[in-house]
């Protein structure tokens, strides 16, 4: 089977290596910002570049990509997402189009997770979270059980949600309140 991988960085490696292990046996990694012929797999951890890339190759198949060194039981998984080396993700989880859950991320029961969201290493959705579209939570975050966050949200490395979130921005710290970074005052 063959599998265009976009982008040529470390993520793109990640992918190509689970890919790899998965019966892809002719894998391109390429830059290229136009069509590719056959499946593609979003190969960036940018949440920018991916959200514009997903649109641009909208049409084209894109097949989910399980590392066999993770843990699923019954879940939904969108096109194009990807499940990193010792993620678990336990019963009744819909994951959407095109997300990543990283390396080691775990993913309690009944959560639903809206596309493009990205799940860092280490992160930890307790049971029935529901995440918005583009959706980012930072390596070794821990959101509450049964909570809701809103579409474009950042939440910062090693903060712990405890309430849901309604309005899209940065959250970071412990409990986590909506930040704004110093590269983004005026
Ligand atoms: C939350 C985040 C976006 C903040 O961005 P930033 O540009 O570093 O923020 P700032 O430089 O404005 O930081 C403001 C203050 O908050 C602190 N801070 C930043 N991120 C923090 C975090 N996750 N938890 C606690 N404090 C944090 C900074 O040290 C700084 O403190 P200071 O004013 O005492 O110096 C970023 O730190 C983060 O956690 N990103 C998560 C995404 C990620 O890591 N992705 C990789 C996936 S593998």
Redesign the pocket.
Known sequence: MNLTILGCGSHAQMCAEIASLKNYDQIQMTNANDKEPGPIFLGM?NMKTRVKLAKMYSKQPSPALVSPAATLTSCRLGEGTLIGHGAVINKDVHIGRHCIV?TGAIIEHECIIGNLCII??GAVLCGRVVLGERV?I??GAVIGQGLTLCRDV?I????VVTKDIKKPG?Y??VPARL?I???EKK
């Open positions: 951890g990283n860092s290493p980012e930072g390596p950042l910062g490395a090693g903060a940065k970071w710290g930040m970074p110093k590269k």
